[in-house]
């Protein structure tokens, strides 16, 4: 099995999602529950005969899980299914509050939770949707493929440009009006009081952004966990891949093929998926 995604749960516990294909048609998904950093014991917390391709937890730690077909699932001692999209290709289940808030996917489709009822947002794109990003209380950005953005407020989803032609996967913001954009081929902008600063590097595709006790970080594929400065200037920050990022108000995690990473602002901790990766 391979590990697709993971998400932080209560203090420095954490949840991953491990895939495998049985056969055409055929899928497993088995996710655990890791205790933590410190003597750190992996436990099977569900097995599931879907596709599942992200996973989300609450502030509480509550579980979601969403499914290639569209499928939310609410993942604890009993599984239940929260709703049921028309959306093939999933990419990515994101929140702000107790319940997943957007599920992202391929062809610009995203949709949207309000007070338990999913709704598709028009957003008039048909690039793939990566990540999304809260720039203030009321306002929401995504990224997407092929250079796009897409803003939403007020119910209302605005497409956007940057000056590239690459597929932008993370975004982070400090504020309402500091943030980052992260991409393939080491591009990255800089969001400045309403501006987009182009701020690229030579470098790999960066996987994911995120703000996380004062510093920007984003994900060099292959390569490392880096911070962006205000300037634009990257620093590795920790010499181990990551992918996506997920944090809670005291740890921030990512994760590679062999282990989950764990920062709690000052110190990175790596923990090994050992027997529950396929070699």
């Not at 092929?146 to 690459?166: M, Q």
């Not at 920790?238 to 921030?252: A, E, I, L, Q, V």
Request: proline letters at 3%; a negative charge; aromatic letters at 14%.
């Amino acid at each position: 099995m391979e590990c697709v995604d993971a998400y932080i749960g209560q203090h420095d516990s954490f949840y991953c999602l491990f895939y495998e294909e049985l056969a055409p048609g055929e899928h497993l998904s088995r996710i655990y529950r890791c205790s933590g950093r410190t003597n750190p014991e992996f436990g099977l917390f569900a097995e599931i005969n879907e596709w599942l391709v992200s996973i989300w937890a609450n502030g509480a730690g509550r579980l979601f899980g969403a499914a290639w077909d569209g499928q939310i699932l609410s993942i604890g001692d009993r599984i239940e299914i929260m709703a049921s999209l028309d959306l093939l290709g999933t990419i990515k289940l994101a929140g702000f509050a107790e319940e997943p808030q957007f599920l992202m996917g391929e062809d610009g489709l995203v949709f949207e939770n309000r007070a338990g009822v999913w709704r598709r947002i028009a957003t008039r794109s048909k690039q793939d949707v990566y990540s999304v990003a809260r720039r203030d209380a009321h306002t929401f950005v995504f990224v997407a493929s092929a250079g796009r953005t897409i803003v939403y407020s007020g119910g209302i989803a605005t497409t956007e440009r940057l000056p590239t032609n690459v597929d932008l996967h993370g975004i982070a913001f400090a504020d309402p009006n500091k943030g980052v954009v992260a991409g393939d081929e080491g591009v990255v902008f800089r969001y400045d009081a309403g501006a987009w600063i182009d701020v690229s590097v030579d470098r790999p595709s960066l996987q994911d952004a995120h703000f996380f006790k004062g510093k920007f970080l984003v994900s060099v594929e292959g390569e490392s966990i880096d911070e962006i400065d205000n300037d634009g200037t990257f620093s590795v920050l920790y010499k181990r891949p990551g992918y996506y990022f997920s944090s809670n108000d005291d740890f921030c995690l990512t994760f590679d093929e062999e282990a989950a990473h764990i920062f709690d602002g000052e110190q990175w901790t790596s923990i090994a998926f050992a027997g529950l990766v396929s070699r």
